[in-house]
Every structure is written in structure tokens, then in C-alpha cells.
């Protein structure tokens, strides 16, 4: 008996050390590198306008005509109006709120189900394998696009219909990352040593093994925040995303019939608030997986 607690405590010991060092090495790394920081301000930046658009600390009068229609960027407009006279800078801060709801809400629906189905599968093998791998590889034969599209005709117009569209057809690449990785690390010396101190399934599963996996699931995060803000565009654009309030991918709607007419400031300020966000999640993703993942360091 005393044997099995000393090798319980030297296993909880050596996970809590490396553990502490993996993510204490990963945050100096990403501290040195100049663009993920720039990344990182960005995002906070977004977060913060975000939040404030969301508690009516800013932008709460987009709905209100501030000058006459079309009126192009000047000193009293910063990226001009609309058709309505609407302001298009208090419209394009509105729609981050849109897109960082939308952003968070997915990833954290697909990284749920992406993380349970791979890490069951991953586990314990068999029929129970043979049917997730079937499952999300089926998922994934159906183009993308045309499966949000169509969930989206099925859950009706909305916000909820759009976290529900995306969050449910973006987990299989997660899925199949962490049965890989699950499958390698399920027969290791910690597992066993887990399994001998009298660890059922369930807790060697998610209490020692997804810890060690956990920094693919961070990197998916991140990339899949990005991919979700701009499906959400994309569904907006095509007049299945949200109603009744401002969004990216409506501004880009509404603009498409502006541009005949010379009137391009509404498709610039949301084509361009869109770019950054992606531009600054990309950046941070690849310095993620460079600081939590070294050996994937250098490879696209």
C-alpha cells in the first residue's frame, strides 16, 4: 500500500510540474513575440467594444438617423451613412458585438463536442470508434457551406439559429485530432499508473489524459473563432443570420446595391473590421500552436 501512494504522489507530482512548466514556457514564448502581442491587444480591444456595445455603453443610438442619407466619411461621420442616415462607424462597432457572441458560443459548442466524441472514441476503441470515425467522416463529406446553410433553413433566421448552425458542423477536424492523440496517450506510463491507484475510465480519461491534450484543444479555439465569424458573415450575407440588428455580413449585403452608386464606406468599414479580427486570430493561432506544440513549430 505504500508503495501504490508513493507512486500516486510522484505521478501527481510530475503531472503538476509539467503542467506548470508547459503553460509558464508557452506564455513567456507567446510574450516574446511581437505579433502575437499585437494580436492579443487587438483582440482585447475588439472584447472590449464588445462588451461595452453589449451593456448600451456605446453605440447604443446605431438605430437613431444621425445626418442625411449616404452622407460619405467626413469629420461629423467617421465612415458616413447610410441609406437611412443610419451611422456606419456606430454600425460596424454593433456588429463586433455580433461577431465576438458569435465567435465564442461556437467554438465553445464545437470544442465540446469535438473534445467528447474524439477523446470516447480516442479511449475505448472498437464499435464505439468504428461508429464517431464513421460518423464525423460521413459530417465531413458534405461541403461545408451547403450544411450550415441548410441547418440554417431548419432553425429559422436568428442569433440562436447561428450559434447552432455553426457550433454543430465544426467539430469534426477537433474530433478526429483528439482521438488521435487520446489513442496515443491512453497506453502511457501515467495512464497505468493512474489505472494501478485504482482510476476508473472516466477519471483517467478527463482528469489525466484531455489535460495533457489541452493545448490542441486551445489552438482549435482560437482557429475555430475565427472561422465561425466569418461563416457568420457569410450566412448574414445571404440573408440567414441575424435580423434586427446590426451585423458584417448585413452591412456587406446592404452594400452590394451601393456600390452602382458610388457609395463604398459601408462595405469598406465592415469588410475592414472583419479582416483585422480574422487577420489577428490567425496571427495568434499559429503563435499558440508554436508555444504550446514546438514541434510543429515552422510547419503550416
Known amino acids: 500500500m ?5 507512486m500516486r504522489v510522484a505521478v501527481e507530482k510530475t503531472e503538476k510540474h509539467k503542467s506548470k512548466s508547459l503553460w509558464q514556457h508557452a506564455f513567456e514564448t ?24 453589449a451593456c448600451g455603453l456605446i453605440a447604443a443610438d446605431w438605430k437613431q438617423e444621425v445626418g442625411p442619407s449616404y452622407a460619405p466619411p467626413s469629420l ?24 465576438l457572441s458569435v465567435g465564442i458560443v461556437t467554438a465553445i459548442i464545437a470544442v ?6 474524439g477523446a470516447i472514441a480516442g479511449y475505448f476503441g472498437g464499435k464505439i470508434d468504428e461508429f464517431i470515425v464513421w460518423f464525423y467522416t460521413t459530417f465531413s463529406s458534405i461541403p ?3 450544411l450550415i446553410v441548410a441547418i440554417s433553413f431548419i432553425l429559422g433566421k436568428g442569433l440562436v439559429a447561428v450559434y447552432l448552425a455553426l457550433g454543430l458542423t465544426s467539430w469534426e477536424n477537433l474530433c478526429r485530432i ?25 477519471r483517467r480519461l478527463f482528469k489525466h489524459i484531455i489535460p ?8 482549435n479555439f482560437s482557429l475555430q473563432f475565427q472561422t465561425a465569424i466569418k461563416s457568420e458573415v457569410i450566412l448574414s450575407y445571404l440573408g440567414l443570420g441575424v435580423q434586427g440588428r446590426p451585423s458584417w455580413g448585413t452591412m456587406i449585403d446592404d452594400a452590394k446595391l451601393e456600390l452602382a452608386r458610388g457609395v463604398w464606406w459601408q462595405l469598406a468599414a465592415a469588410t475592414a473590421a472583419m479582416f483585422v479580427i480574422v487577420l489577428a486570430f490567425n496571427i495568434l493561432g499559429d503563435a499558440l500552436r508554436d508555444a504550446l506544440d514546438p514541434k510543429l513549430k515552422g510547419k503550416s
Do not use: P
Open 144 to 146: 461545408y457551406i451547403m
Open 76 to 99: 461629423d461621420h467617421i465612415f458616413g451613412t447610410d441609406i437611412f442616415g443610419l451611422s456606419v462607424f456606430a454600425k460596424t462597432l454593433k456588429g463586433a458585438e455580433v461577431a
Open 212 to 219: 495533457n491534450v489541452l493545448h490542441l484543444v486551445i489552438i
Open 112 to 117: 465540446t463536442i469535438g473534445v467528447f466524441l
Open 178 to 202: 483528439i482521438r488521435a492523440e487520446v489513442m496515443r496517450h491512453k497506453d502511457r506510463e501515467y495512464v497505468h499508473a493512474a489505472k494501478a491507484i485504482g482510476g476508473g475510465d472516466m
Open 30 to 53: 507567446l510574450m516574446r513575440d511581437r505579433y502575437a502581442v499585437a494580436a492579443i491587444t487587438i483582440i482585447s480591444i475588439y472584447a472590449l467594444i464588445a462588451l461595452l456595445t
Open 2 to 6: 505504500e508503495q501504490v501512494e508513493t
